[in-house]
Structures are given as C-alpha cells and as structure tokens.
C-alpha cells in the first residue's frame, strides 16, 4: 500500500494534481471502484436472493432486473461485457408475446 500511495503522489507532482484517496481505502484498507455492482443476488426464492436463475425478481412475475446489480461482486475489470453477456442470456429466457403478427 506504501508503494501505491508513492506512486500515486510521485504522478500528482508530474501532472499538477492533488493525490487523494477515500476514507474507507485510507482508514479500512478497503479498495473502492467505479463500478458499483452487486444488491440484487440470485436465490432459489425470495430467502435467498431478489431474482430466480432468470433474473426474474422473486414474487413479481415479468419484474426484471439485467444489470451489474445481479452480479455478486466485482470481477476486477470493466464488467460492461459480462453485463451484456449476462442481459443477452435472460433476454433468451423470456417467451416473446405471441401475436400472430409476422
């Protein structure tokens, strides 16, 4: 950590900046990120979790939820591609409207 925050103020003098950080990397030691994900897990029902296996929010039938907020936490990259991937996979789960429209 000692290394990362001489890095961070080396950086800061080249580029006229201000090195900061949050209280929670400072003070709990805990990383933050820009991407906030997570808060709605899967679970069999609703005692375990807010979305069934089709993201489809427990007691509500045709409630979905297809962001990072199913994802259970950070994968460590930019998570916008297993976000689609993840959107693309519920989307093939739901049972279009038949109309008899062509």
């Not at 950086?11 to 209280?23: D, K, Q, V, W």
């Not at 994968?75 to 038949?98: D, H, R, W």
């Amino acid at each position: 950590m000692a290394g990362s925050h001489a890095l961070a103020r080396d950086f800061a003098r080249h580029t006229n900046g201000i090195p900061m950080g949050s209280l929670g990397e400072n003070l709990l030691n805990l990383p933050t990120t820009a991407h906030i994900l997570g808060g709605a897990p899967l679970g069999k029902d609703a005692s375990e979790g807010v979305v069934d296996e089709s993201f489809q929010v427990h007691n509500y039938p045709g409630l979905y939820i297809i962001d990072g907020s199913i994802m259970p936490a950070n994968p460590g990259v930019n998570p916008s591609l297993t976000i689609t991937a993840l959107a693309e996979y519920a989307m093939s789960k739901i049972v279009g409207k038949q109309t008899g429209n062509k």
